[in-house]
């Protein structure tokens, strides 16, 4: 898989800087022009991000807030003092969004399970005014009300619940839960996720160095859209490692297509050419005698 005619994809997970500055050629050979697919943020591609657009505007309040919050103590290992200009300056990492989208839906949970609670201690409170109201009625009527007015399934996790019930345009795109397919039960809904495919070139700007540049978005779609007609082309396209952008010849065997025995196929061949032998004969016969 080192030789020409190959090109090889990634998966989210591996470690790019692994990928990018390995000393062993091999590794280099390998890497060179291939691609990693992974979830990527909207403002890494997206113009007039909102998200983003925010982060550039904090200022001195949350610069102060920063440092204030540091834990590590100056002069220490670790310790990082931010300059007024930070978030003018550097750009969310990668993942910022789908973390942002994280907290809003633990708020969201505790905001459901919340009313969901105090829906529940209504539904109680009506429960035990009508088993008061009941008492005085008679027991058999006591029990009906107590197991009609009777709340939830006390085993489910409210905040989990909630969680899930979440439902809102974020940061990263539009979030709604329990689409995960059978696999991943629970889960985010795949499509309503950017995919990106990062293709690793050489760096124009330092020798014998690679850099990972996004040739390729996929925005939130169906599973449709996951042929190449739905991927929309970024800072030129990929690159294979030829130098070229048109993919190489797929390194797959003809398939055999017939179907049938060798003696079958003699057969046949030889009733073909008896019955084309025989129409060369009468067009033959039909041209010689033709006016008589």
């Not at 590590?72 to 003092?81: A, H, S």
């Not at 109201?133 to 989990?160: C, E, F, H, I």
């Not at 996951?226 to 396209?237: L, R």
Request: with cysteine; hydrophobic share 35%; glycine share 12%.
């Amino acid at each position: 898989m080192n030789g020409e005619g190959y090109v090889g994809f990634f998966s989210e997970g591996i470690d790019i800087e692994f990928l990018l500055y390995h000393p062993n050629p091999n590794v280099t050979k390998l890497v060179e022009g291939a691609g990693i697919i992974n979830v990527i943020d909207e403002f890494q591609y997206k113009v007039n991000d909102a998200f983003l657009e925010s982060w550039k505007g904090k200022g001195d309040a949350q610069v102060n807030m920063i440092n204030e919050a540091m834990p590590i103590k100056n002069g220490t290992p670790g310790y990082f003092e931010a300059e007024p200009t930070f978030f003018q300056t550097y750009d969310p990492s990668w993942g910022s969004s789908f973390a942002y989208d994280a907290i809003m839906s633990v708020g969201m949970g505790v905001c459901h399970s919340l009313a969901k609670n105090a829906q529940n201690q209504g539904a109680n409170n009506a429960q035990n005014q009508g088993e008061k109201n009941a008492q005085k009625q008679g027991r058999r009527r006591a029990q009906k009300g107590a197991k009609g007015a009777k709340g939830g399934n006390s085993d489910v996790n409210p905040l989990m619940e909630g969680i899930l019930a979440s439902d809102f345009h974020g940061a990263s795109g539009h979030v709604d839960y329990g689409d995960g397919g059978p696999r991943n039960v629970n889960n985010r809904n795949r499509f309503s996720a950017v995919y990106g495919i990062y293709n690793i070139q050489r760096s124009d700007s330092k020798e014998d160095q690679f850099e990972a540049i996004l040739s390729d978005v996929l925005p939130p779609g169906t599973e449709e859209k996951w042929d190449s007609s739905g991927w929309i082309p970024k800072n030129g396209g990929f690159v294979f490692a030829e130098g070229t952008t048109t993919a190489p010849t797929l390194f797959r065997d003809t398939p055999n297509k017939n179907y049938l025995r060798r003696g079958v196929q003699i057969s046949g061949l030889f009733v073909m050419s008896l019955s084309m032998f025989m129409c060369v004969v009468a067009s033959l016969w039909v041209y010689r005698y033709r006016e008589s």
